[in-house]
C-alpha cells in the first residue's frame, strides 16, 4: 500500500510559477512509476505528466510541454512538478498517482492517488 500527499497548490496570477510536491509513504518509492494529473470543474481528468522508474524517463501533455517538468527524488520519496509561466487555463485540482506496472498517460492503470491540491490561476 501506498499512500500519496500533494502540497504546494494555491492561488498565483498569470505568468508566475509554484512547485507541487507529492510525498509517498512506503519503502519501494523507486520502484513505482509516477504521474501528476488535473481536473477542472466540468472536465475530466487529464494526464499532465509521468516520470518512470529506472531511468526517470518523462511524458509531457503538449499543454503543459515546455512550462512544466516533473522530477523525483527518491531519497526523499518524493515527487515534484515544478510549473512555470502559468496560464489560467492550468487552473485545477492536480493529483499525483503511482504505479508499479505503468508509466504513461492513462489515468486508468495507476493504482494509489493522492488528496489532490487546488491550483487556481488568476488573469
Known amino acids: 500500500q501506498v499512500q500519496l500527499v500533494e502540497s504546494g497548490g494555491g492561488l498565483v496570477q498569470a505568468g508566475g510559477s509554484l512547485r507541487l510536491s507529492c510525498a509517498a509513504s512506503?519503502?519501494?518509492?523507486?520502484?513505482?512509476?509516477m504521474g501528476w494529473f488535473r481536473q477542472a470543474p466540468g472536465k475530466e481528468r487529464e494526464f499532465v505528466a509521468a516520470?518512470?522508474?529506472?531511468?526517470?524517463?518523462?511524458s509531457y501533455a503538449d499543454s503543459v510541454k515546455g512550462r512544466f517538468t516533473i522530477s523525483r527524488d527518491n531519497a526523499k520519496n518524493t515527487v515534484y512538478l515544478q510549473m512555470d509561466s502559468l496560464k489560467p487555463e492550468d487552473t485545477a485540482v492536480y493529483y499525483c498517482?503511482?504505479?508499479?506496472?505503468?508509466?504513461?498517460?492513462?489515468?486508468?492503470?495507476?493504482?494509489?492517488w493522492g488528496q489532490g491540491t487546488q491550483v487556481t490561476v488568476s488573469s
Open positions: 512506503g519503502r519501494t518509492f523507486s520502484s513505482y512509476a
Open positions: 516520470i518512470s522508474w529506472g531511468d526517470g524517463s518523462t
Open positions: 498517482a503511482a504505479s508499479r506496472r505503468y508509466y504513461g498517460n492513462s489515468y486508468f492503470p495507476y493504482d494509489y
